[in-house]
């Protein structure tokens, strides 16, 4: 199970684990001897799921593997391969920056007063002000450049909120890791592992959001004559075209490599995945599901995104234009990845979730941590958190089919941490398949929208979903004649 510890305060869940619960089997038999060929098709395998709990170990230290997606064919008998996430990276052995020694977490939870704070970092900027006459001229010119008010209202209100959250975070937290030592699941003393993290090479995930955009030179489709779904068979080529006009569905009991662009991408048993931009929804709309639970990570406009373009973001006005209600069922359970910034928070709950007629319900809380069980970035930082929110929802529609379902529905807690070693991968999420199962029926329709990576039994969509599918992200574990 990804999940490693339950306790009151929320999980303590494996990442690394989930991604492999599926175990990614390439099972063939061959006729030919000593030839080589592309295999299709990845069997699921459910004896990976007793040692789920802990990271599997990197076929990088067992010896020489063949390369991404090739099976050897021998006379006579069947080799079956079977791919694992490569544990690296998720080797966050050592916080990005150390905390002080009094702010780390086993040094309890001091109190902090939010005017002393201000105070403090005023007090700062006028000592900076006093010795700036000393300085160089480039020092002084870089002084004036400064702004005059240390805090600016949207990180008052940052502040504000973090002083509310930040002793459930970190009691919830020590708790959580204290059960995650206990169990070795974390480890005090961590040796970082044999890094390969150089190794993946620049064409991983590139080019599928170009690709989106090309899409929209293509003809138009008649969608009358054309067919809402692309099936997934023993064929690993996929037309673009057919990718980007319609879902694609593995609807088998084992996994697929498709091959797009030249590239190879694992596509997990029972999933389903459409790769467009938001001006390409339509395909989605006609796949005809109504969804039980939507998750929604949306690309957040902010100024470090703008000066980085590592990603495109949308305005708060497109995300506003996602065709929530026509895809949720009734009571349907909406949650949306929110960043620190108090202007994204007040807007999910404010504007967001009402124009969509959804009520909000609690915000839980993801907290990064370590190999060892510390906080990756200092909790009480004034720039980045070692935190990031989640905001849970539900749609209100007909108040017959509401009051239909309500017997189905579960009440969801006002507030809950999960707490997770991150990828170092940029917003690679950690699944909510796991917590959320506690709080949702089984077999229920779930839908992540801006997705980068797929999740047997749900469908999936945005412009990169398929990153963190790359068949280069996976290793082979190990060989069985």
Same mark, same amino acid.
């Given at each position: 199970?990804?999940?490693?510890?339950?306790?009151?305060?929320?999980?303590?869940?494996?990442?690394?684990?989930?991604?492999?619960?599926?175990?990614?089997?390439?099972?063939?038999?061959?006729?030919?001897?000593?030839? %080589?060929?592309?295999?299709?098709?990845?069997?699921?395998?459910?004896?990976?799921?007793?040692?789920?709990?802990?990271?599997?170990?990197?076929?990088?230290?067992?010896?020489?593997?063949?390369?991404?997606?090739?099976?050897?064919?021998?006379?006579?008998?069947?080799?079956?391969?079977?791919?694992?996430?490569?544990?690296?990276?998720?080797?966050?052995?050592?916080?990005?920056?150390?905390?002080?020694?009094?702010?780390?977490?086993?040094?309890?939870?001091?109190?902090?007063?939010?005017?002393?704070?201000?105070?403090?970092?005023?007090?700062?900027?006028?000592?900076?002000?006093?010795?700036?006459?000393?300085?160089?001229?480039?020092?002084?010119?870089?002084?004036?450049?400064?702004?005059?008010?240390?805090?600016?209202?949207?990180?008052?209100?940052?502040?504000?909120?973090?002083?509310?959250?930040?002793?459930?975070?970190?009691?919830?937290?020590?708790?959580?890791?204290?059960?995650?030592?206990?169990?070795?699941?974390?480890?005090?003393?961590?040796?970082?592992?044999?890094?390969?993290?150089?190794? %993946?090479?620049?064409?991983?995930?590139?080019?599928?959001?170009?690709?989106?955009?090309?899409?929209?030179?293509?003809?138009?489709?008649?969608?009358?004559?054309?067919?809402?779904?692309?099936?997934?068979?023993?064929?690993?080529?996929?037309?673009?075209?057919?990718?980007?006009?319609?879902?694609?569905?593995?609807?088998?009991?084992?996994?697929?490599?498709?091959?797009?662009?030249?590239?190879?991408?694992?596509?997990?048993?029972?999933?389903?995945?459409?790769?467009?931009?938001?001006?390409?929804?339509?395909?989605?709309?006609?796949?005809?599901?109504?969804?039980?639970?939507?998750?929604?990570?949306?690309?957040?406009?902010?100024?470090?995104?703008?000066?980085?373009?590592?990603?495109?973001?949308?305005?708060?006005?497109?995300?506003?234009?996602?065709? %929530?209600?026509?895809?949720?069922?009734?009571?349907?359970?909406?949650?949306?990845?929110?960043?620190?910034?108090?202007?994204?928070?007040?807007?999910?709950?404010?504007?967001?979730?009402?124009?969509?007629?959804?009520?909000?319900?609690?915000?839980?809380?993801?907290?990064?941590?370590?190999?060892?069980?510390?906080?990756?970035?200092?909790?009480?930082?004034?720039?980045?958190?070692?935190?990031?929110?989640?905001?849970?929802?539900?749609?209100?529609?007909?108040?017959?089919?509401?009051?239909?379902?309500?017997?189905?529905?579960?009440?969801?807690?006002?507030?809950?941490?999960?707490?997770?070693?991150?990828?170092?991968?940029?917003?690679?999420?950690?699944?909510?398949?796991?917590?959320?199962?506690?709080?949702?029926?089984?077999?229920?329709?779930?839908?992540?929208?801006?997705?980068?990576?797929?999740?047997?039994?749900?469908?999936?969509?945005?412009?990169?979903?398929?990153?963190?599918?790359?068949?280069?992200?996976?290793?082979?574990?190990?060989?069985?004649?």
């Amino acid at each position: 199970m990804s999940v490693v510890h339950r306790l009151t305060a929320g999980w303590l869940v494996d990442h690394l684990a989930f991604i492999n619960q599926c175990g990614y089997e390439i099972c063939h038999s061959f006729a030919y001897h000593g030839s %080589v060929t592309l295999n299709a098709s990845v069997t699921s395998t459910e004896d990976y799921h007793d040692t789920s709990t802990f990271p599997a170990t990197s076929s990088s230290r067992d010896g020489l593997i063949p390369g991404g997606g090739d099976a050897i064919e021998r006379e006579g008998k069947t080799e079956k391969m079977r791919y694992v996430f490569r544990e690296e990276f998720f080797d966050i052995s050592k916080p990005h920056i150390a905390a002080a020694p009094e702010e780390q977490l086993w040094q309890g939870c001091p109190e902090v007063n939010l005017t002393e704070v201000k105070a403090n970092s005023n007090r700062e900027e006028h000592q900076e002000g006093t010795t700036s006459g000393v300085r160089d001229s480039v020092a002084s010119a870089r002084k004036k450049r400064k702004r005059k008010c240390i805090f600016n209202q949207g990180e008052l209100d940052a502040l504000e909120y973090h002083s509310k959250v930040r002793k459930l975070i970190w009691e919830g937290t020590l708790h959580l890791v204290q059960e995650g030592l206990k169990s070795g699941f974390l480890h005090r003393t961590t040796v970082e592992l044999s890094c390969r993290k150089d190794v %993946v090479p620049g064409h991983v995930g590139c080019g599928l959001a170009e690709l989106c955009e090309m899409a929209k030179q293509f003809p138009a489709v008649n969608e009358s004559d054309h067919q809402a779904v692309h099936v997934l068979d023993d064929e690993t080529s996929i037309p673009e075209q057919d990718l980007l006009s319609c879902v694609t569905e593995n609807s088998s009991d084992c996994a697929k490599i498709v091959v797009l662009m030249g590239q190879k991408y694992l596509v997990p048993p029972k999933s389903s995945f459409l790769l467009s931009d938001i001006s390409c929804l339509q395909p989605l709309l006609n796949y005809k599901k109504k969804y039980d639970v939507i998750v929604i990570d949306p690309p957040w406009e902010n100024k470090s995104v703008k000066r980085s373009n590592r990603y495109s973001h949308l305005s708060s006005w497109q995300i506003k234009q996602i065709p %929530v209600p026509a895809l949720a069922a009734p009571n349907c359970l909406v949650v949306t990845w929110v960043t620190n910034r108090q202007k994204h928070l007040q807007f999910v709950k404010d504007e967001l979730y009402p124009h969509w007629c959804v009520k909000t319900l609690a915000e839980w809380h993801w907290v990064k941590i370590t190999r060892a069980g510390e906080f990756v970035l200092p909790l009480d930082s004034l720039h980045k958190k070692p935190y990031e929110v989640l905001v849970l929802g539900r749609v209100q529609g007909d108040i017959k089919e509401t009051l239909r379902k309500s017997e189905d529905v579960l009440p969801i807690p006002e507030h809950k941490l999960i707490v997770s070693i991150p990828c170092s991968l940029h917003s690679h999420k950690p699944p909510l398949t796991a917590v959320l199962a506690e709080f949702i029926k089984p077999d229920v329709e779930c839908l992540e929208l801006f997705a980068r990576n797929l999740q047997p039994g749900w469908t999936s969509w945005g412009n990169e979903v398929l990153k963190f599918q790359h068949i280069d992200y996976f290793t082979l574990l190990h060989n069985e004649n």
